[in-house]
């Protein structure tokens, strides 16, 4: 990844990674997986949102979706 929009320069892609895999990568996770993204990053950036459909095997608009459609995030 090139770029990542997350405030501080956080490394993203390594900070998505480590929480999708905290849960096996599994579908049933995305809420949390969310929520702990948002928790350690403060926002829920478009990267991470890749990051996220890429590990779980899911497209991009589902994780869009899913972060969008709750007032949680």
Request: proline share 1%; glycine share 8%.
């Amino acid at each position: 990844m090139a770029s990542c929009e997350s405030k501080g320069c956080v490394d993203c892609e390594a900070v998505v990674t480590r929480i999708c895999d905290s849960y096996g990568c599994c579908r049933g996770s995305l809420i949390p997986i969310l929520h702990d993204i948002q928790r350690e990053m403060g926002y829920i950036s478009s990267d991470a949102m890749e990051i996220v459909a890429e590990r779980l095997g899911v497209t991009s608009a589902q994780v869009h979706g899913t972060a969008t459609f709750y007032t949680l995030f």
